[in-house]
Structure formats: structure tokens, C-alpha cells
Nanobody
Framework: QVQLVESGGGLVQPGGSLRLSCAAS????????MGWFRQAPGKGREFVTI???????YYGDSVKGRFTISRDNVKNEVYLQMNSLKPEDTANYYC?????????????????????WGQGTQVTVSS
């Protein structure tokens, strides 16, 4: 399984921006579909976004238009650019990887399809 390490979390004011990174250890990174999830205190893990190995992206409704996922297959990294941050975006953010291919983005919103997870990076949005 690929090992994933997130970075870039921190404290930011409402309306601010933050960029998360996720570095993968596997040289076959380009074959993985990469997702971001988040978990707020006392809540379950929530799907944020996916970028497929094709480069196609899909976003959860709560972040659509504010967050952008991208990947660099040379550096073996995936990024999450977060703009117009809100207090409700406060959570631990996890990246995840799967080799599974689905015709529908729906399946990528489910934690169970991912084989590898990072340890998470905390994002706190507060004034």
C-alpha cells in the first residue's frame, strides 16, 4: 500500500486560504485515484473531493466553488487549495488513495473504497 503524508494545516481566519499537500511514497502514484476527506470533532468522516488518475475531479457540495484539488505526478503529490474558508471547514483533513476504478463518482465518496490513508492534518478556521 502507498504511504501518505499530509502537510499544510494550521490556523486561518474566516475568509482566508490554505493549501494542503499530500505526499505519496509509491512510484506508481499516477495510477491512484486520490481523495480528500475531513472529520470535525464529534462527527463522521466527510468526503471533500477526488481527483482521478485521468485528472477528472469531483467535489462535495459543501466545498464546491471554494476548494480545488490538483495533482503532480512527477512529485507524487496531491494538493487541496482551500479558499473562502469558513469556521465549519474546521476539521482534520485526510488524503486517501485507491487503485479502484469506478464509472460513477458516487463510489469515491465512500471511505471503504480507499486502500490507503494519511494521518491527517488539522485545519482550524477561527478569528
Amino acid at each position: 500500500q502507498v504511504q501518505l503524508v499530509e502537510s499544510g494545516g494550521g490556523l486561518v481566519q474566516p475568509g482566508g486560504s490554505l493549501r494542503l499537500s499530500c505526499a505519496a511514497s509509491d512510484g506508481t502514484f499516477s495510477q491512484y485515484n486520490m481523495g480528500w476527506f475531513r472529520q470535525a470533532p464529534g462527527k463522521g468522516r466527510e468526503f471533500v473531493t477526488i481527483i482521478r488518475k485521468s485528472g477528472n475531479t469531483y467535489y462535495g457540495d459543501s466545498v464546491k466553488g471554494r476548494f480545488t484539488i490538483s495533482r503532480d505526478n512527477v512529485k507524487n503529490e496531491v494538493y487541496l487549495q482551500m479558499n473562502s474558508l469558513k469556521p465549519e471547514d474546521t476539521a482534520n483533513y485526510y488524503c486517501a488513495a485507491t487503485l479502484r476504478d469506478f464509472s460513477s463518482n458516487y463510489y469515491y465518496t465512500k471511505e471503504i473504497v480507499y486502500e490507503s490513508w494519511g494521518q491527517g492534518t488539522q485545519v482550524t478556521v477561527s478569528s
